[in-house]
Antibody
Framework: QITLKESGPTLVKPTQTLTLTCTFSGFSLTTSGVSVVWIRQPPGKALEWLALIYWDDDKSYGPSLKSRLTITKDTSKNQVVLTMTNMDPVDTATYYC????????????WGQGTMVTVSS | QSALTQPASVSGSPGQSITISCTGTISDVGAYNYVSWYQQHPGKAPKLVIYEVSNRPSGVSNRFSGSKSGNTASLTISGLQAEDEADYYCSSYTSSSTSVFGGGSKLTVL
């Protein structure tokens, strides 16, 4: 059974760097084809695709936030980490991580999400 | 890339069928059969209901179906039930090796 859980600060100040951790079980990020995706959703708004990391450490970033994002993995801890620099109040959102099916880009299992508020 | 275009809201009565459209471009929906649909109830994480345009994950009702024509994908829910009331999002793989979501559609069961 695949599970994912996001963790990190609930409140950050403007200009600070956000670091979120996705801890997962039920699969390995060393298995060919496996990948994990980060998505966010501001309150009352739509989902936004942020970043993806593959088993082979290949990475992709959404174009609008590419300059501010870094995604990494720690296979020994079964974790994926997302960092976002220069946080702004508009970055207030629920941040989700999800397991991505290798063959078809679908996100079949999602974490519960973690709400991050950006405020001074 | 820009978000895929979905109607902001759709509605139907119990037992009826509704269709939600998802319009992209030749660089995403039109280029790949990697279109997925997600259902999201308030305060919950999204749930995958359709993948690869028209495939249902195990456990998803066969009242959910998907299709695609050109740059537009569609989700149809037949035999509407009260529990179907939720937000629905489409997504597509893109030529930039990323993915993009739609703006979401709120389904109201009257």
């Amino acid at each position: 059974q695949i599970t994912l859980k996001e963790s990190g600060p609930t409140l950050v100040k403007p200009t600070q760097t956000l670091t979120l951790t996705c801890t997962f079980s039920g699969f390995s990020l060393t298995t060919s084809g496996v990948s994990v995706v980060w998505i966010r959703q501001p309150p009352g708004k739509a989902l936004e695709w942020l970043a993806l990391i593959y088993w082979d450490d290949d990475k992709s970033y959404g174009p609008s936030l590419k300059s501010r994002l870094t995604i990494t993995k720690d296979t020994s801890k079964n974790q994926v980490v997302l960092t976002m620099t220069n946080m702004d109040p508009v970055d207030t959102a629920t941040y989700y991580c999800a397991h991505r099916l290798a063959a078809n880009d679908a996100l079949d299992i999602w974490g519960q999400g973690t709400m991050v508020t950006v405020s001074s | 890339q820009s978000a895929l275009t979905q109607p902001a809201s759709v509605s139907g009565s119990p037992g009826q069928s509704i269709t939600i459209s998802c319009t992209g471009t030749i660089s995403d929906v039109g280029a790949y059969n990697y279109v997925s649909w997600y259902q999201q109830h308030p305060g919950k994480a999204p749930k995958l209901v359709i993948y690869e345009v028209s495939n249902r994950p195990s456990g998803v009702s066969n009242r959910f179906s998907g299709s695609k024509s050109g740059n537009t994908a569609s989700l149809t829910i037949s035999g509407l039930q009260a529990e179907d009331e939720a937000d629905y999002y489409c997504s597509s793989y893109t030529s930039s090796s990323t993915s993009v979501f739609g703006g979401g559609s709120k389904l109201t069961v009257l």
